[in-house]
């Protein structure tokens, strides 16, 4: 059980490892392989090693995008709130 976890765990996702990319008409193309840190040498993306570690600027995007939908969504609720009490001042 330990080895399949071990093997589901890519560099691609890894904390050590950094893309390479070329330079499209009008983006940027993804390639296969990218830089490990921990290895100092050029690795595949599907490759997996024991020195996988979480990539912590993936958690902040996330937590980031969380944040800024909730104020969004608070902002709604406050211009929902604000015409309800609106309405009922009219009446």
Known sequence: ???N????????????????YT???QRFNS?????CFEHQKIVACGDSCEY????????????YATLKT????????????QILQECQEEE
């Open 1 to 3: 059980m330990e080895e």
């Open 5 to 20: 976890k071990q093997k589901s765990k890519k560099c691609l996702y890894c904390g050590n490892y950094t893309g390479y």
């Open 23 to 25: 330079k499209g008409e």
């Open 31 to 35: 390639l296969k392989q990218g830089y």
């Open 52 to 63: 996988w570690r979480t990539s912590y600027r993936r958690n902040r995007i996330r937590k």
């Open 70 to 81: 909730l104020y969004d969504l608070l902002t709604n609720l406050s211009a929902v709130r």
